[in-house]
């Protein structure tokens, strides 16, 4: 056997060695998505809500240290705890203005906070400028809230100041808490461009501009941005509790980058 040909078998059979060595394992983010212990309410809005492409765009994996701001009944908590493992936590951080205006809000994630099923959920309280945790954080989350804020809808509004004052203040507290490096998502309904934050109010919408520029003015850097939930369908016209749109509304997906100097 001549030897360029000897070469190419003993590489051929180096490289397959290499590979069954390096197998793909087993796809953590879809074992989250699908572990039992979910409610099937949530599994039945998996659908619309696209948890696992979601999740893989943020870049989540086992260990991470995870912020939900502004949880609501948990959705994403579950699958959040579940692919961080115990190495991971996850922190579900609820404003103060929530806590103290409706407290009822909070019986949903106290509760998966003390499940045992799940055991490395902490339920944090804590104002606009000190959404953090107890430890640097890889990655902080926010789903279909910053509007909220934004627009001082109801409980997240606080008294004095205006929403736009708040998210800046949630912005900066989230740079603080994050590790160097770290990914801050930004989820939320689409409003139209120039969008005030009566619209946000109203609508329950915001423009993504005001979202990119609050946070670019944190320090964050914007690193990618996702169209997984939107839907040009969406005039953007409406309430988003519509029922020709709920569910269905046009949706940004923000993916922002604390630097690492």
Excluded at 16 to 45: F, H, I, W, Y
Excluded at 111 to 134: H, K, W
Aim: glycine residues 8%; aromatic residues 6%.
């Amino acid at each position: 056997m001549n030897k360029p040909l000897l070469l190419g078998l003993l590489l051929l059979g180096t490289t397959a060695l290499a590979q069954a060595g390096t197998q793909t394992p087993v796809d953590d983010v879809s074992a989250a998505v699908t572990d039992s212990a979910r409610p099937a309410a949530d599994k039945d809005r998996d659908v619309n809500r696209k948890p696992a492409e979601l999740i893989r765009f943020a870049g989540i994996k086992p260990g991470d240290k995870v912020a939900d701001l502004i949880p609501g009944g948990g959705y994403f908590t579950r699958i959040f705890s579940k692919l961080v493992g115990p190495q991971g936590h996850v922190y579900a951080v609820v404003p103060e203005s929530v806590a103290e205006g409706a407290p009822k809000k909070l019986d949903s994630i106290k509760a998966l906070a003390a499940d045992p099923v799940y055991g490395n959920i902490s339920l944090i309280t804590r104002s606009y400028e000190q959404m953090s945790a107890d430890e640097p954080l890889d990655v902080v989350w926010t789903s279909q809230n910053y509007h909220d804020v934004y627009g001082g809808v109801s409980v997240f509004a606080v008294k004095g100041t205006s929403g736009a004052d708040e998210t800046a203040k949630m912005d900066a507290a989230v740079f603080k808490a994050l590790k160097p490096g770290g990914i801050y998502v930004v989820l939320d309904h689409a409003a139209k461009a120039g969008s005030n934050e009566q619209d946000a109010k109203t609508l329950h919408r915001i423009d993504p501009a005001i979202v990119i520029a609050q946070a670019k003015a944190a320090g964050f850097v914007l690193e990618a941005r996702s169209d997984l939930l939107s839907n040009p369908q969406d005039a953007h016209d409406k309430i988003v509790f519509s029922p020709d749109i709920h569910s269905h509304t046009d949706q940004f997906v923000l993916k922002f980058r604390k630097p690492k100097n």
